[in-house]
């Protein structure tokens, strides 16, 4: 009966040891759970914070990307807008004087033929800017004696209050059988031409343009302190016929020309 009661003993002891074993291995099987739940949670809080925080570096990179394409493209436009004022500009022909035959008499047969031409200064709508004057010109082969100043492109695109044109001084008016230095005086050197305003007062920058003309013409390095391109001396001519009219055109970066006004132009009078 001892025995009996003594391995009964036993065998219960070996139970509660087993059932305690059992509930310390389910207490750290559920401990681990728990602290690997929250370990692999914080961890997945770091990757989000860390997936957010690159999100907000690639937002901040791509609207710095994005403010330089807009000032790129800003720019593109700046320079498309400048090249096509420069083309225009470059390609524009400005009237600065007028022709009128007023009469012809004589023959070239006869060695006696005479033209009677009148000159005026005019603006880009044909408005005479002075008086016209008229010339006695030997021959029906006029020639339009003048100086001009060419600038370089750049203040040509600038729009530069002054050099943004080509500008001329008209020197004399002759006919082919004259001499250039018998030909009527136009502009006197020192005045302001009419086609650049009624003001005749010259300002310096344009007083020191035309009384260093040729050393301009004569000496690169001096042009280019002045943004010159060319200055020289131009004389167009044209063979004058009774009843016509004959415009002087300037172009914003070339020289002098001279073209016929259709018959049936209404130009305004001599003022």
């Keep these: 009966m001892f025995k009996t009661l003594t391995a009964l003993n036993r065998f219960l002891a070996t139970l509660l040891a087993l059932a305690i074993v059992g509930l310390l291995g389910a207490g750290g099987w559920y401990g681990y759970q728990v602290l690997n739940r929250d ?7 770091e990757e989000r914070d860390a997936q957010i925080e690159s999100l907000k570096n690639d937002l901040g990179a791509s609207r710095e990307e994005n403010k330089q394409l807009v000032l ?13 004022t420069a083309n225009r500009l470059l390609k524009v022909d400005h009237r600065v004087a007028q022709l009128e035959v007023v009469s012809q008499q004589g023959s070239k ?11 005026v200064e005019v603006d880009e709508q044909g408005k005479s800017l002075d008086k016209m004057r008229v010339f006695n010109v030997e021959g029906d082969v006029v020639y339009v004696d003048a100086w001009v100043i060419k600038f370089s492109d750049k203040y040509v695109e600038q729009g530069d209050a002054l050099r943004s044109t080509s500008i001329c001084l008209f020197r004399r008016l002759f006919g082919e059988s004259q001499r250039p ?8 050197v020192g005045a302001r031409p009419a086609a650049y305003g009624l003001d005749k007062r010259v300002s310096p ?27 020289h001396g131009e004389a167009p001519s044209i063979k004058l016929q ?3 009219r004959y415009r002087v055109l300037l172009r914003s970066s070339g020289g002098l020309s001279i073209a016929t006004e259709p018959t ?4 305004s009078p001599p003022g």
Excluded: C, H, M
């Design 39 to 45: 370990r692999l949670a914080q961890q997945a809080l």
């Design 72 to 84: 790129d493209l800003e720019e593109k436009r700046r320079q498309i807008r400048k090249l096509e």
């Design 109 to 119: 047969e006869n060695k006696d033929l005479v033209t009677k031409v009148g000159f």
């Design 181 to 188: 230095e018998d030909g009527y005086v136009l502009d006197p």
């Design 205 to 231: 920058e344009e007083q020191e343009l035309w009384s260093r003309f040729w050393d301009y013409a004569n000496d690169p390095d001096k042009a280019s302190e002045a943004g010159v391109r060319a200055a």
């Design 242 to 244: 009774p009843g016509r």
């Design 264 to 267: 049936s132009k209404k130009t």
